[in-house]
C-alpha cells in the first residue's frame, strides 16, 4: 500500500477536512489525515493510483496542488534544529499534544554553554538532558 501527501487549495475549515476525509474513503483510500491549516491530505491507497484522487477532489470543488509519494519512516510532525533548553521544553510540549517530534543537533547535546550552569555541575545537566532525549525518541 502506497502512502501519498496531497496539497490541496480551497479547504477553509474543519467541514471541507471531512469533505476530502469522505472523497478519499469513498475511492478506497485508508489511514486519512486531512489538515485545513496545512493544505493537505495524507492517506494511503491500496489499489487506486493518485490521478483518481486528484481527479475526486476536483469533481468536489477543491483544487489538488501537488501530489506524491511520502516515505513513511521520515514523517514529523514538528522538527527542531538545536537541542538547548527551549528547544527540549518545546519538544516536550509538542509531544504532549502528539506531534512526532525530531530534535537535530550538530554539536553538544544540550546546546553550548560557555558559563557553568545554575542547576548544579554540567555533566549531571547534560546527562539529564540526553536522558530526555533519549525518551523522547523512543517515543516514535
Same mark, same amino acid.
Given at each position: 500500500?502506497?502512502?501519498?501527501?496531497?496539497?490541496?487549495?480551497?479547504?477553509?475549515?474543519?467541514?471541507?477536512?471531512?469533505?476530502? /476525509?469522505?472523497?478519499?474513503?469513498?475511492?478506497? /483510500?485508508?489511514?486519512?489525515?486531512?489538515?485545513?491549516?496545512?493544505?493537505?491530505?495524507?492517506?494511503?491507497?491500496?489499489?487506486?493510483?493518485?490521478?483518481? %484522487?486528484?481527479?475526486?477532489?476536483?469533481m468536489?470543488?477543491?483544487?489538488?496542488?501537488?501530489?506524491?509519494?511520502?516515505?513513511?519512516?521520515?514523517? &514529523?510532525? &514538528?522538527?527542531?534544529?538545536?537541542?538547548?533548553? /527551549?528547544?527540549?521544553?518545546?519538544?516536550?510540549?509538542?509531544?504532549? &499534544?502528539?506531534?512526532?517530534?525530531?530534535m537535530?543537533?550538530?554539536?553538544?547535546?544540550?546546546? %553550548?554553554?560557555?558559563?557553568?550552569?545554575?542547576?548544579?555541575s554540567?555533566?549531571?545537566?547534560?546527562? &539529564?538532558?540526553?536522558?530526555?532525549?533519549?525518551?523522547?525518541?523512543?517515543?516514535?
Amino acid at each position: 500500500m502506497k502512502r501519498y501527501m496531497m496539497l490541496i487549495e480551497g479547504m477553509t475549515c474543519p467541514s471541507c477536512e471531512k469533505h476530502i /476525509a469522505s472523497i478519499l474513503k469513498q475511492i478506497g /483510500a485508508k489511514s486519512i489525515d486531512v489538515s485545513f491549516r496545512r493544505r493537505e491530505a495524507v492517506f494511503e491507497l491500496p489499489h487506486a493510483n493518485v490521478e483518481t %484522487a486528484k481527479q475526486a477532489i476536483t469533481m468536489a470543488g477543491y483544487e489538488p496542488i501537488e501530489a506524491g509519494e511520502v516515505d513513511a519512516t521520515r514523517e &514529523y510532525d &514538528y522538527i527542531i534544529i538545536g537541542s538547548g533548553a /527551549a528547544a527540549f521544553a518545546s519538544a516536550i510540549e509538542a509531544s504532549k &499534544y502528539g506531534a512526532k517530534v525530531v530534535m537535530i543537533e550538530r554539536g553538544t547535546i544540550g546546546g %553550548a554553554q560557555d558559563e557553568p550552569l545554575p542547576c548544579g555541575s554540567g555533566s549531571s545537566f547534560f546527562s &539529564y538532558l540526553t536522558l530526555v532525549l533519549t525518551n523522547l525518541l523512543s517515543l516514535y
